[in-house]
């Protein structure tokens, strides 16, 4: 069982292409309800607070959740956020984006 921290991860259209990692916490969760696609999407759109007032369109997203695993719709945006891990690692960022609890 994976026992991490839920989270999205989103490519988005923001001021040009971007990424980001938001991290769920247990309200949240429960506002989303059945951890799908789709009822993540609509909660996102839903919300007018960071993340998604930061982030312009969302192209695609990856999401996780103990074990449901929901993958990238486009391999565009799965080729994105690999190369701006792969940056961010290199320029020693351990990690990036948004955590619901504490802010960027």
Not at 74 to 85: H, M, S, Y
Request: aromatic share 10%.
């Amino acid at each position: 069982m994976n026992t991490r921290r839920p989270y999205i991860d989103f490519v988005s259209d923001s001021h040009g292409k971007c990424g980001c990692r938001y991290k769920l916490d247990d309200n949240e969760l429960r506002e989303i309800g059945e951890f799908t696609r789709e009822n993540i999407s609509r909660w996102m759109d839903n919300r007018a607070d960071p993340p998604r007032a930061d982030l312009g369109l969302i192209l695609d997203m990856h999401a996780v959740c103990g074990d449901i695993d929901i993958p990238w719709a486009t391999e565009d945006a799965k080729q994105f956020w690999e190369q701006l891990v792969t940056m961010m690692a290199s320029e020693g960022v351990s990690g990036f984006g948004w955590d619901s609890r504490v802010g960027w």
